[in-house]
């Protein structure tokens, strides 16, 4: 099992900058690639950025490409989402989400792919 607890989320203006961290815990040997994705309210889950473990091979949605950075620390076992330039329309629940076996087929934004979720952290970008 692998346990995954995301921080740093909070209130911030539109156009102001947010760094989320998350953190595993657990049999952290066993992940393959780390993503985060975000939920509004009345809204579906949405896919956001994703990265390889080992390689660093980075996935962005369009809506956030240029403004957003995902990154990882292995010897921290920790991936990190910088968020700059944050818009109203960035506000939604943020949860970072792990791919813990091997997968043929790599479709990072696809929530079935991955195997192990955090609780989340709230974004709230204010006009």
Same mark, same amino acid.
Not at 14 to 38: E, K, N, Q, V
Not at 50 to 57: F, G, M, P
């Given at each position: 099992?692998?346990?995954?607890?995301?921080? %740093? %989320? %909070? /209130?911030?203006?539109?156009?102001?900058? /947010?760094? /989320?961290?998350? *953190?595993?815990?657990?049999?952290?040997?066993?992940?393959?690639?780390?993503? !985060?994705?975000?939920? *509004?309210? &009345?809204?579906?889950?949405?896919?956001?950025?994703?990265?390889? !473990?080992?390689?660093? =091979?980075?996935?962005?949605? +369009?809506?956030?490409?240029?403004?957003? $950075?995902?990154?990882?620390? =292995?010897?921290?076992? $920790?991936?990190?989402?910088?968020? =700059?330039?944050?818009?109203?329309? +960035?506000?939604?629940?943020?949860?970072?989400?792990?791919?813990?076996?091997?997968?043929?087929? !790599?479709?990072?934004? *696809?929530? $079935?792919?991955? +195997?192990? !979720? &955090?609780? %989340?952290?709230?974004?709230?970008?204010?006009?």
């Amino acid at each position: 099992q692998v346990q995954l607890v995301e921080s %740093g %989320g %909070g /209130l911030v203006q539109a156009g102001g900058s /947010l760094r /989320l961290s998350c *953190a595993a815990s657990g049999r952290t040997l066993s992940i393959y690639r780390m993503g !985060w994705f975000r939920q *509004a309210p &009345g809204k579906e889950r949405e896919f956001v950025a994703a990265i390889s !473990w080992s390689s660093s =091979n980075t996935y962005y949605a +369009d809506s956030v490409k240029g403004r957003f $950075t995902i990154s990882v620390d =292995n010897a921290k076992n $920790t991936v990190y989402l910088q968020m =700059n330039s944050l818009k109203p329309e +960035d506000t939604a629940v943020y949860s970072c989400a792990a791919v813990g076996r091997f997968r043929s087929t !790599w479709v990072p934004d *696809a929530p $079935t792919q991955y +195997d192990y !979720w &955090g609780q %989340g952290t709230q974004v709230t970008a204010s006009s």
